[in-house]
T-cell receptor, first 111, second 115 residues
């Protein structure tokens, strides 16, 4: 069964600190993996998209990595800001299939 | 920058009533999705729509649900007889197909509250 798991479930960090969120998946055959940021009560917004051949992609202070062999991805946030407080969702797509959503990691950045 | 819009932002209804949630996808997109997110839970796929017909639907998308694109721009989700457990955020997504992947753009969502 295609599944996406994320850890930790929630995370609290101080402003200015770095953090790393994890995503493990069993989706097959793998097509691409995306990270979304979802502010409370809003729709998800795409941060990065990676295909099989890409193992890292950056978007400002966000850097995603992908290890297709171990089926793991991480999202690293550098120099966190209060506005980074949100849920971060890992979404994996298999060829010819729909998107499989992870449960998200709830990040809280405190001043 | 083009964006997906959804109306209303919040809908409150009595159990058993019909609701219609509306979405205006990005104009040159051809693939549309509806998702549901119950408070505190993950986003769940409901249905995908292409070329004026359903291409795939989940187990959640039972006979109480229907979708249509009545006028070539709006994309609607109808719940015929709402239940308490239908209370959730409903997101529309508009898909741009590229050669490498499907870029998916989400609307801001409609919060449905069934009393």
């Amino acid at each position: 069964k295609n599944q996406v798991e994320q850890s930790p479930q929630s995370l609290i960090i101080l402003e200015g600190k770095n953090c790393t969120l994890q995503c493990n998946y069993t989706v097959s055959p793998f097509s691409n993996l995306r990270w979304y940021k979802q502010d409370t009560g809003r729709g998800p917004v795409s941060l990065t998209i990676m295909t099989f051949s890409e193992n890292t992609k950056s978007n400002g202070r966000y850097t995603a990595t992908l290890d297709a062999d171990t089926k793991q991805s991480s999202l690293h946030i550098t120099a966190s800001q209060l506005s980074d407080s949100a849920s971060y969702i890992c979404v994996v797509t298999a060829y010819g299939q729909n998107f499989v959503f992870g449960p998200g990691t709830r990040l809280s950045v405190l001043p | 920058e083009p964006e997906v819009t959804q109306t209303p932002s919040h809908q409150v209804t009595q159990m058993g009533q019909e609701v219609i949630l509306r979405c205006v996808p990005i104009s040159n997109h051809l693939y549309f999705y509806w998702y549901r997110q119950i408070l505190g839970q993950k986003v769940e796929f409901l249905v995908s729509f292409y070329n004026n017909e359903i291409s795939e639907k989940s187990e959640i998308f039972d006979d109480q649900f229907s979708v249509e694109r009545p006028d070539g721009s709006n994309f609607t989700l109808k719940i015929r007889s709402t239940k308490l457990e239908d209370s959730a955020m409903y997101f529309c997504a508009s898909i741009l197909r590229t050669s490498s992947y499907n870029e998916q753009f989400f609307g801001p969502g409609t919060r449905l509250t069934v009393l």
